[in-house]
């Protein structure tokens, strides 16, 4: 789809990673300007920038196409690199460098959808090792990060562009989401080969809290993917697959979801009590994520200040798992929407999230034979999943005998 510069440097703009992953390649190369640029025949603009030299360029900058070496990277589509201009061959007597005042330089190629789109570049004052480091390796899985979010971008504008009339809304975004759902693997594979690349050079502590933060999002984003892949198959498919089995080990499996919480929320307090002491006849890989994100939603949009309290047990007649936090409680009109795909807790609108986490939830709840419900007042929000076990049991059955 065709669109202004100024429309490429804001997509670039609003892609949350690019400011990290600008950071990471200062901290991890030495350099102390970094920048995503749009380069097209006659315009070099700069979409994102990261400026520790006082290079004196912003987002929104422009230098002169031809006075610039990504000229070259967007006439061949290859990586230039320099370590080291006064003895490189090829650049020690190029107007560039002398112009901008580098002796070191990296620039690669952002691709997407076979377009080229701009450059991934960064520049010192000072020689640095380049060519034979992990800094090329680097960049590329980054250029290509930054191009499959254009791309998806693109593609979503695309898909909205073709909502002609109110009879396409609901097929096109549902299978819009299908796809996307898949195409948003590959970000997630660069940004953890990213992470393990740079993980094995020598990186200051900064740099390390920086991988520390790309790895949690990873994890929150292939929650997030998730969520959307099991909306996409219960629209589109014959509902959540599941694999029911008598679960032995479900206890240490959802204290395992617990942990893997408090983890990730150090400064949340969760008290669980979780007594479960018979098998029960469930899917547990979707048990836990029917916790997961039931505690994701209570740390979201619950109180700072009140613990979240999970409770799981298996009695005699009935399996049940509970998570309550504090806060302000939900409105009768929002709690009657609350299991619906896309809706967020008016509590706090603008959390982070698909609004689909307790849409699933209550999917996977379904397809048990039970049924999750939400009571809320000014002393707690609780979510209540329930299942009776000779049910559970009589549906793992049934599902066991049409696959024989």
Not at 184 to 198: E, K, Q, V
Not at 261 to 277: G, K, M, Q, T, V
Not at 302 to 324: K, L, N, W, Y
Request: hydrophobic share 45%; proline share 5%; charged share 25%.
């Amino acid at each position: 789809m065709p669109q202004t510069i100024e429309a490429d440097v804001a997509a670039v703009g609003v892609i949350d990673a690019v400011p990290k992953l600008l950071e990471v390649v200062c901290r991890a190369t030495g350099m102390g300007f970094a920048a995503v640029a749009r380069v097209t025949e006659d315009r070099w603009v700069a979409c994102a920038v990261r400026d520790e030299i006082a290079f004196g360029l912003e987002a929104g900058g422009e230098l002169e196409i031809a006075t610039t070496l990504c000229d070259e990277v967007r006439d061949t589509c290859e990586a230039v690199i320099i370590d080291h201009v006064a003895e490189d061959p090829r650049f020690r007597n190029h107007p560039t460098p002398a112009k901008y005042g580098f002796q070191s330089y990296i620039s690669v190629p952002i691709v997407y959808d076979g377009r080229f789109f701009g450059t991934l570049c960064a520049l010192d004052p000072r020689p640095m090792v380049l060519k034979d480091s992990s800094a090329p390796a680097m960049f590329e899985l980054f250029a290509e990060l930054i191009g499959q979010h254009l791309a998806a971008r693109e593609r979503l504008a695309e898909s909205q562009a073709a909502l002609l009339d109110a009879r396409q809304v609901g097929e096109l975004r549902e299978q819009f989401i299908a796809v996307l759902g898949h195409d948003l693997r590959n970000p997630l594979a660069s940004i953890d080969g990213a992470a393990r690349l740079i993980a094995k050079t020598p990186i200051d502590d900064r740099a390390r809290e920086l991988l520390a933060a790309m790895r949690h999002s990873v994890v929150r984003m292939a929650g997030l993917i998730d969520n959307v892949l099991d909306l996409a198959r219960g629209r589109l498919g014959g509902g959540l697959d599941m694999d029911r089995s008598p679960a032995a080990s479900l206890g240490e499996t959802l204290a395992h979801v617990v942990e893997e919480l408090r983890l990730a929320h150090p400064d949340r307090d969760i008290a669980a009590e979780i007594a479960i002491s018979r098998a029960v006849h469930v899917d547990e890989r979707r048990m836990a994520q029917l916790l997961s994100n039931l505690l994701a939603n209570a740390i979201t949009h619950g109180s700072d200040a009140e613990p979240v309290r999970v409770r799981a047990t298996a009695g005699p007649q009935h399996f049940e798992i509970s998570v309550a936090n504090g806060g302000p409680p939900i409105g009768e009109a929002a709690r009657r929407r609350l299991f619906q795909p896309f809706v967020r807790s008016s509590a706090r609108p603008h959390g982070e999230g698909l609004g689909l986490g307790l849409y699933i939830a209550s999917e996977i709840a379904r397809a048990h034979g039970g049924a999750l419900e939400v009571t809320s007042d000014v002393a707690q929000t609780r979510f209540t999943f329930k299942m009776p076990i000779e049910a559970a049991a009589q549906a793992g059955a049934e599902a066991a005998d049409a696959t024989a």
